[in-house]
């Protein structure tokens, strides 16, 4: 089979999740592979795409092989399914599959950003891997990539893919109508955002916005900043924190952005998400390494669309600023009332600033978290502003720290354990799990007046 291998990392031959490739091509040899290192070369294939549209053409198998990075794959990846969509590849009813190498954060995420692209470009797709870093260097990682690699050679035998999503309608596209600003303004809230000139629709809930809202609000359009490129994947930022890209966008990131009292972002929704360069600046925030530097800082999104019907792009807005400790203060879409919706927004944001709300992390926030509080214990020895971050705000939070709650867990599973005891106990076991909330009612109704 003639299978062709998309290289997302920029890092291109030296690519650890390209090492796994590597492997399969030792370990499979009756096929025909190749590989495009569109990562590292996407610059090239922004300027000419004769070379990759004939191998996509020539391809039965597509793999895209990528790093995870911020909740999906690399901009450079990003980028180019863009450029194929661009040209026109006809790719449809090829098999295409996926293998990342990540530390598992997010990338649930990143798999379905890629499915849902492939898919679109009517590409028949098989469920990929999703691998550790480490993987390839133990056994057990070795043969569940050699058993991936069957189940995909299955799959194409038999027929047998991933189901498509139903293509939704395009949206109404309700517009925002103008608004009288409202009076004398405090506060700094940043707009972020990647509007185009014919984006109108979008500038339209901008301005609306800038208009409610009760605080200063400013914009920042990410298509007028010089980028240079994507984030290398270098690690040349984690002792220093600063980019070894010329031109001072940590400086940029942080004067201009990370000063705010409150961010919002503003993008129409491409190919199920933000577009590349929105992307592209979200990986370049990796100057920051794994510190959460904005949390307390409310958010906001102001998003043209189909959002309600983007799953996956719902659970990166969620995830983004759970993992990171800002309130979500609201979506506001243009899919309904566009106004009403943009109105609550800007109240909302205004309020969480005024009383510097925040709220404590749900599922998406606490298992990222528990990823990177692993991850950077492991290599602080290489990402020293990251373990220095961690260690001066709490986030070593380690159960095995709390030795007296696993002290009365083992007597409360001794007690539990006996049956005279249990029996004995009855209901006081319930009565004396709830001591200590009956003590915090109490508090709360004397410092109510509800109790003297």
């Known amino acids: 089979m003639r299978i062709l291998v998309l290289n997302g990392s920029p890092k291109g031959k030296n690519s650890i999740t390209l090492q796994t490739i590597e492997y399969l091509k030792i370990r499979f040899p009756q096929h025909e592979w190749e ?12 300027k000419d795409f004769t070379k990759a549209r004939a191998a996509l053409d020539r391809a039965e198998l597509i793999i895209f092989s990528y790093p995870v990075y911020t909740f999906i794959a690399p901009y450079q990846l990003h980028r180019f399914v863009e450029l194929m969509k661009e040209h026109r590849v006809d790719v449809s009813g090829k098999w295409a599959s996926q293998l990342s190498t990540s530390k598992h954060f997010y990338d649930v995420t990143a798999h379905r950003y890629v499915m849902e692209n492939a898919q679109d470009m009517g590409m028949k797709f098989v ?55 409202t009076g004398e303004k405090t506060g700094d809230v940043v707009i972020l955002t990647d509007v185009r000139p014919e984006d109108t629709q979008l500038q339209g809930m901008i301005d609306r916005f800038r208009a409610v809202c009760p605080k200063k609000t400013r914009v920042i359009n990410l298509r007028e900043y010089p980028f240079k490129g994507g984030c290398l994947g270098c690690f040349g930022c984690a002792k220093s924190g600063k980019c070894v890209y010329p031109g001072g966008f940590d400086e940029f990131l942080r004067n201009d952005i990370q000063k705010a009292e409150a961010e919002v972002h503003a993008f129409s929704i491409s190919d199920h998400g933000m577009s590349a360069v929105f992307k592209c600046y979200s990986d370049r925030q990796f100057c920051n ?7 307390g800082a409310p958010i906001g999104y102001i998003v043209s669309g189909n959002y309600k019907y983007e799953e996956n792009l719902r659970m990166i807005v969620e995830g983004r600023a759970e993992v990171g400790g800002n309130f979500l203060c609201g979506v506001a879409t243009d899919e309904d009332n566009t106004d009403a ?45 990251d373990h220095r971050f961690f260690k001066k705000h709490g986030q070593y939070d380690f ?22 005891l249990k029996k004995k106990a009855g209901s006081k076991m319930t009565e004396g799990m709830l001591m200590p909330y009956a003590k915090v009612l109490k508090q709360a109704r004397k410092e109510s007046g509800l109790e003297q």
Not at 399 to 420: D, I, S, T
């Open 35 to 46: 590989t495009l290192h569109v990562g590292q070369l996407i610059a090239l294939y922004e």
């Open 399 to 420: 159960p095995q720290k709390q030795r007296g709650r696993m002290m009365a867990m083992y007597l409360v599973g001794f007690l539990m354990g006996n049956e005279k």
């Open 341 to 385: 919706a943009i109105d609550r927004l800007a109240k909302t944001l205004a309020w969480a600033m005024d009383h510097k709300h925040t709220q404590p992390k749900n599922f998406l926030g606490v298992g990222g978290m528990r990823i990177f509080r692993d991850l950077i214990w492991l290599m602080q020895g290489l990402m020293k502003e």
């Open 289 to 295: 390494g794994h510190r959460t530097v904005r949390m």
């Open 127 to 181: 469920r990929g891997l999703s691998a550790d870093m480490d993987d390839l260097t133990t056994k057990k990682g070795r043969e569940e990539a050699e058993a991936f690699f069957r189940y995909l050679m299955f799959s194409v035998e038999s027929g047998s893919c991933e189901p498509s999503l139903p293509v939704q309608p395009a949206p109404a596209h309700v517009p925002a109508t103008q608004a009288e600003s």
